[in-house]
C-alpha cells in the first residue's frame, strides 16, 4: 500500500511565500509522476502542477512563474514553492503519486492540506 504525506500548509498574507512537501511510502514503481492538484470551496480540483521521475514538468498556465515543482527521487518527495500568493490561491492542496505498475494505473492521493492567503 502507498501513503501519501503533504505538510507545509497553513496561512499566509497575499503576497507571501509557502513550500510543501509531500512524502510517499510503500512499494512504489521507480518511474512516476507526482503532482500537486487543489481545490477551492465550491470549485472543482484542478492541477497545479505536475513532475515526472525525469523532471518534466507540466503547470496550470495561469500559475506558471509564481509556482515552482520540484522532487527528490531518492526521498519519494514532491515539492511545490508557492510565491507571491494570492487570496484566489485559498484551497485545499493535495499531492498525488500516479504510474503504470504490473497490475495497470495507479493513482494515490494524499490527505490534502490547507493553503489560506490573506489579503
Known amino acids: 500500500q502507498v501513503q501519501l504525506v503533504e505538510s507545509g500548509g497553513g496561512q499566509v498574507q497575499a503576497g507571501g511565500s509557502l513550500r510543501l512537501s509531500c512524502v510517499a511510502s510503500g512499494s512504489i514503481v521507480s518511474t512516476n509522476v507526482m503532482g500537486w492538484y487543489r481545490q477551492a470551496p465550491g470549485k472543482q480540483r484542478e492541477l497545479v502542477a505536475s513532475?515526472?521521475?525525469?523532471?518534466?514538468?507540466k503547470y496550470d498556465d495561469s500559475l506558471k512563474g509564481r509556482f515552482t515543482i520540484s522532487r527528490e527521487n531518492g526521498k519519494n518527495t514532491v515539492y511545490l514553492q508557492m510565491n507571491s500568493l494570492k487570496p484566489e490561491d485559498t484551497a485545499v492542496y493535495y499531492c498525488l503519486l500516479e504510474g503504470l505498475d504490473a497490475v495497470g494505473p495507479f493513482a494515490y492521493w494524499g490527505q490534502g492540506t490547507q493553503v489560506t492567503v490573506s489579503s
Open positions: 513532475i515526472t521521475t525525469g523532471g518534466s514538468t
